[in-house]
């Protein structure tokens, strides 16, 4: 494992640590629709995605990140890692601010979107190169999308995860991975689709039935 996800890994379990403790911390820098779209406090947009609502939270997507990292920095090396991590995370959240535009009151916390990207961008480029407590990595990443998914379209008064973030962070990721390695990343389109098709599904729920925003 590379030091810069050492390091992201360390960041993220401190200040989450510091928002469970802190309802301060907790409350200036988790993602909000109000206070970025009204008072422009883009910062959101990245603290929130330090924060996390447990630490069954925490340990969770830190697991994701800890399993799928390795096949993106041979791929990409670091500076390609970083740019997938925080750009899949900066637009998963911009996709949220666009669902959630006409619901104020809307927050949520969590590396889901960041995470997201560098699954997609992982099982692009090695699909069977990993395997998550056995199962294989386009197998866990479905299942991974498939609960946000459900968590998203059946939400719970005590959820504060950033669901929606997944769907942006994906695609950042998918569409980087493209890019970069065409050839390769077509060449394993079928466990990419299937890997989609939860995220398709909420596409459709959004755009189509307007079931969200």
Request: net charge positive; glycine share 8%.
């Amino acid at each position: 494992m590379s030091p810069i996800v050492i390091i992201i890994i360390a960041i993220t379990c401190i200040v989450s640590y510091l928002g469970l403790n802190d309802t301060r911390i907790f409350e200036k820098y988790k993602f909000n629709v109000a206070a970025i779209s009204s008072r422009k406090e883009y910062f959101r947009l990245i603290s929130s995605a330090f924060l996390h609502a447990d630490f069954m939270h925490l340990f969770f997507n830190m697991l994701s990140l800890y399993f799928f990292q390795g096949v993106v920095s041979y791929f990409f090396g670091n500076i390609g890692f970083l740019i997938i991590y925080f750009g899949s995370m900066v637009l998963g959240n911009v996709f949220s601010l666009m669902i959630y535009k006409n619901q104020p009151w809307y927050s949520a916390i969590g590396a889901s979107g960041a995470v997201s990207g560098i699954i997609f961008a992982s099982i692009a480029m090695a699909p069977n190169e990993i395997s998550v407590n056995f199962l294989p990595g386009w197998l866990f990443g479905t299942l991974y999308f498939g609960y946000s998914v459900y968590m998203m379209l059946n939400p719970k008064q005590w959820d504060n995860l950033g669901h929606s973030a997944h769907l942006g962070g994906a695609f950042f990721g998918l569409v980087y991975s493209i890019a970069l390695h065409p050839d390769l990343a077509m060449s394993n389109i079928l466990y990419l689709g299937v890997m989609s098709l939860p995220l398709i599904y909420l596409a459709y729920e959004i755009f189509v039935r307007k079931r969200i925003g």
